[in-house]
């Protein structure tokens, strides 16, 4: 199972449909946002694939993003996120709540933990949990995002 990792489009359709470009040639098999969505227009982009959202510290109009993420068929997971994919516990965030995003990724109870918020693509190993930073879509240098391969946790970062 391939899995793509996006976050940080900020509403930007144009880099976004950069990433779906992306996403396509990796042939992935669904998809997470990591929060800032910035605007109702970004989940129609995603159609093609199941995608699981969190909203991030720009995304105040939560009932709207909720309803265009819905409106899609995929899922809107608030401010926190879980998902069971090929045997691997995945949780997934923002990362703006430095304190909830601290005690995920130390809790050791995920096999991998997403984020956002940063701009900066990271991947780092926190006892037995991946914790993983695609970077951003937009306001970022390069922009980027990340391809993971489950269940071996085998992470690419694909900068665009």
């Not at 969190?54 to 909720?66: Q, S």
């Not at 069971?84 to 965030?93: P, T």
């Not at 709540?97 to 701009?119: A, I, N």
């Amino acid at each position: 199972m391939i899995l793509g990792v996006v976050s940080d489009t900020h509403g930007h359709q144009a880099n976004t449909q950069n990433a779906i470009r992306m996403l396509e040639s990796f042939e992935v098999d669904v998809v997470i946002h990591c929060g800032d969505i910035g605007s109702i227009y970004i989940p129609p982009l995603f159609q093609q694939w199941p995608t699981h959202y969190v909203f991030g510290n720009v995304d105040g109009n939560e009932d709207e993003l909720r309803s265009s993420i819905e409106a899609e068929g995929h899922h809107c997971h608030g401010l926190f996120g879980t998902l069971e994919l090929a045997d691997r516990s995945i949780a997934f965030l923002h990362g703006h709540d430095h304190k909830l995003f601290r005690e995920t990724v130390r809790s050791g109870q995920w096999d991998m933990v997403c984020y956002g918020h940063t701009h900066i693509a990271a991947v780092e190993q926190v006892g037995d949990t991946v914790v993983l930073n695609p970077g951003a879509v937009f306001r970022a240098r390069p922009h980027s995002l990340a391809i993971v391969n489950l269940p071996s946790l085998e992470i690419t970062n694909v900068p665009f």
